[in-house]
């Protein structure tokens, strides 16, 4: 029974000695397999900083490719600058030739508006000679009226007198007896006879009298005629020398007028160009900072959630590393499962995070790329579409101002050419038909006078016995129509005078229109001196608003960046010292892992982050200035102006608010 119970022991011995040795190999593969998991943690830790390197030489390569695509947006902001300068010496070019084109159509008008009160007194004055035609023909009417009675009361005179004749005659006959008688009738007779040829040389002398006035007359309305077509005349080349002299004076004063809207849309212009590129240069440099701030922002957001993710990866393997550990101490049965299922689902986590970074470079690869693609496309397709509609509307602007400008020039002088033609040919004609029908007339007035004196001269020999009463009445008529063509005369004087009233009345008329002219102008120039001191004062106001700030604070301003450095210096300080205090390697032996986290270090109450690396360009202040860095230990001696602005339950004093508003202007600035 000893024997048994010696070998039973020793083969529990030999038992107890393979399972110590096993458990020792088991013991030195656990190592092992730590040992590899230790170094594919360095792996990783490796491919990380590599993956952050590679990523940092990215930022920079985007940030290179943004300077470019910057500079290039500079080059041309400049050039569609010089292309707006070139649009506005274009508008300016218009303004000054729209400027001609009305000073050139106000000439006109005054032009056509003289041209239309001469054209009025030409009209006026021809009525009043159609009308003074009609009266002169009408009393001509009358006086062959009268001829006429006249010739029919000498035929009925003549008639009386032949059937007097024969009835002396039959008288003489029957008296021939008494010869005594009769002779001494015939001497009575005779001496009738000689008293009424006495009475009609007398009426000879009336009548040629009375013919010498007549044409006399006539000769004093040729003469008043003539004199009245020459005061015309005078009357006509003195307007139109008003006319020209007015519009001299005119074109002068619009041409110096448009001399100085020149000169002021010039400096206007410039002016404006400059501020204009001022602004633009400004916007750009903000445009710039925006984008390059939102740049660094995403990168930075992208970096971030990188680490996390590393991490979170990290953690993961150390709670599997962990519950490995675990599960060896208490299931030495099950480890090679466990072994198996641990490597598989670390194949698996570093296939997962493989492929997770990939996705991510390629998903973040894509979106850079279709954002740098959406940007080009659509600020080639803005400057396409704007130089297009820009191109399209300067050539429509251009064809139509020139097709309206050369129909315009053809139409007036079509138009002027024509007046010109029809006002000559209408004046020959007029005043060839006028002199024609006045000639005519008085060709044929005078034969007929001729004619009708010769019958009356022939009338008057034959008729003997009422030549005196017939002279008498002659007489008093010729005398009632004397008086009427005095009475014609002081009419047509007093109408000349009226007429000469009219000519002072429209004199004046065009004086004032002058004087209203020259008023519109002045109003014209007042209204341009009013906007152009409206703008100016706006201008002033924007520069007053835009001014430069004081010197006071800018003072201040330099104060703060002071501050700011020295913070910034402070808080660099004490990362680097953090940095240094910090363990570089963690993972020494197993019971050192059992104590950290027993006494709570691995966690440092962050359960789900990890140590930094040390030595990470992750975690310089230049790199990551978007999120506030944790807050610093306050040192022995604090001072007021260290404490971050962001935190509000800060321990130092509230600062000036005069100098919080100053800070705020300045940042927002």
Aim: with cysteine; glycine share 2%; hydrophobic share 30%.
């Amino acid at each position: 029974k000893d024997i048994k119970s010696e070998e039973q022991g020793q083969k529990l011995l030999k038992d107890l000695e393979s399972e110590k040795s096993r458990l020792k190999e088991k013991l030195s593969q656990l190592e092992e397999e730590r040992n590899l998991l230790q170094s594919k943690t360095q792996s990783l830790d490796e491919r990380q900083r590599q993956q952050i390197l590679a990523l940092e030489k990215k930022v920079n390569e985007a940030r290179e490719t943004q300077r470019e695509y910057y500079e290039k947006e500079l080059v041309k902001l400049q050039a569609r600058l010089e292309g707006e300068a070139a649009q506005l010496k274009e508008a300016h070019s218009k303004t000054l030739e729209e400027l001609a084109w009305k000073h050139h159509t106000a000439i006109e008008a005054a032009h056509s508006n003289a041209n239309k009160d001469k054209k009025k007194l030409q009209m006026e004055l021809e009525q009043q000679f159609e009308k003074e035609k009609l009266h002169l023909e009408d009393d001509k009417n009358q006086l062959r009226q009268q001829l006429e009675n006249l010739k029919e009361e000498l035929t009925t005179k003549l008639t009386s007198a032949n059937q007097e004749v024969c009835r002396l005659q039959d008288l003489v006959r029957k008296s021939e007896q008494g010869l005594g008688t009769a002779e001494g009738h015939i001497s009575s007779l005779q001496e009738a006879q000689e008293i009424l040829q006495k009475e009609l040389e007398l009426t000879r002398a009336r009548l040629r009298e009375t013919t010498d006035s007549l044409y006399s007359v006539e000769g004093e309305l040729d003469q008043e005629r003539q004199q009245h077509e020459a005061m015309i005349a005078a009357m006509r080349e003195e307007e139109k020398f008003k006319v020209d002299r007015m519009a001299r004076d005119l074109e002068i004063k619009w041409t110096e007028n448009l001399r100085q809207e020149c000169n002021k849309l010039r400096e206007e212009l410039r002016l404006q160009h400059e501020e204009d590129k001022k602004a633009a240069m400004t916007q750009l440099l903000q445009l710039k900072e925006r984008e390059k701030n939102a740049a660094r922002d995403g990168w930075q957001k992208k970096v971030e959630d990188l680490l996390d993710q590393i991490s979170l990866l990290k953690q993961n393997l150390e709670m599997q590393l962990s519950q490995s550990q675990s599960s060896l101490q208490q299931l030495q049965a099950q480890f090679s499962q466990e072994r198996q299922r641990l490597t598989q689902e670390i194949q698996e986590l570093e296939e997962e995070h493989q492929q997770r970074h990939k996705s991510l470079q390629e998903a973040h690869i894509l979106a850079f790329q279709n954002m740098e693609e959406t940007k080009e496309q659509e600020q080639k397709e803005l400057e396409e579409r704007l130089q297009q509609k820009h191109s399209e509307e300067l050539q429509a602007l251009k064809e139509t101002h020139k097709q309206a400008m050369e129909g315009f020039k053809l139409e007036m002088e079509q138009e002027l050419q024509t007046l010109r033609f029809e006002l000559e040919d209408e004046g020959k004609a007029m005043l060839a038909s006028l002199r024609s029908e006045l000639n005519h007339q008085h060709a044929a007035a005078i034969d007929q006078l001729r004619h009708n004196h010769q019958q009356e001269l022939v009338a008057a020999k034959m008729e003997l016995e009422r030549s005196i009463e017939l002279g008498r009445r002659q007489e008093k008529e010729f005398l009632c129509r004397i008086s009427d063509l005095q009475d014609e005369l002081r009419h047509r004087d007093h109408h000349i005078a009226e007429l000469d009233k009219e000519i002072l009345h429209l004199h004046e008329n065009i004086s004032a229109l002058t004087k209203e002219l020259e008023f519109k102008g002045k109003e014209v120039l007042r209204i341009r001196s009013e906007s152009n001191q409206q703008i100016s004062l706006e201008e002033m106001e924007e520069k007053y608003k835009n001014r430069e700030s004081r010197p006071e604070d800018l003072q201040l301003i330099s104060e703060l960046k002071d501050l700011i450095a020295e913070r910034d210096q402070l808080i660099k300080k004490l990362i680097q010292k953090k940095k240094n205090d910090k363990s570089t390697n963690r993972f020494v032996s197993v019971p050192n892992l059992s104590a950290l986290e027993s006494s709570g270090v691995v966690g440092n109450g962050h359960p789900n982050r990890l140590d930094p690396i040390p030595n990470s360009p992750i975690h310089d202040i230049e790199f990551n200035s978007s999120k506030p860095l944790p807050q610093p230990m306050p040192p022995k001696e604090p001072k007021t102006f260290l404490s971050p602005p962001q935190t509000d339950a800060s321990p130092v004093a509230s600062p000036d608010p005069q100098r919080q508003e100053w800070f705020a202007r300045y940042f927002t600035f």
